[in-house]
């Protein structure tokens, strides 16, 4: 059986999504802002957090002076692409199409969605036309 790809639970995402924003920070730094009324155990379990974070390999921490910094290893584009793969990969026999085909239609998506995606759509069938040119001899 293939191992499945790890993956982020909802309090460890909240951490990720506060270093997305601080780029790099310390334990207290991410206790103040995911608990801005924090206790002792506030940090205790941001501490927890981001060592569970850190063994998965979505942050990684940094000694500078007498604290440890942490920084996200991971995007929130890729968080996203992985979340979305194993979504497709469980329930669509790894297809993306009846995945966003889902989303597009139980959704209403606004004029400027439809248009960022028949862009993003034209991008793809331009990088495939231009990848399958033959060679000329």
Known sequence: MARKSQDVTQAEQAVLE??????????????????????????????????????KGFVKRKRSCS???FRALVDRQDLI???????????CDG???PLLQHMVEARHLAPEDRTSLQELIDQWDEGA???KKPRSS
């Open 129 to 131: 036309k231009t990848r």
């Open 18 to 55: 506060a270093l997305w924003v601080m780029e790099t920070a310390t334990i207290r730094q991410l206790t103040d802002e995911l608990y801005p009324s924090g206790t002792a155990s506030s940090f205790s379990s941001v501490q927890k957090l981001l060592e569970r974070l850190e063994s």
């Open 67 to 69: 604290v440890y910094l």
């Open 81 to 91: 692409g992985s979340r979305l793969k194993a979504v497709a990969d469980s329930l």
């Open 95 to 97: 297809s993306m199409t």
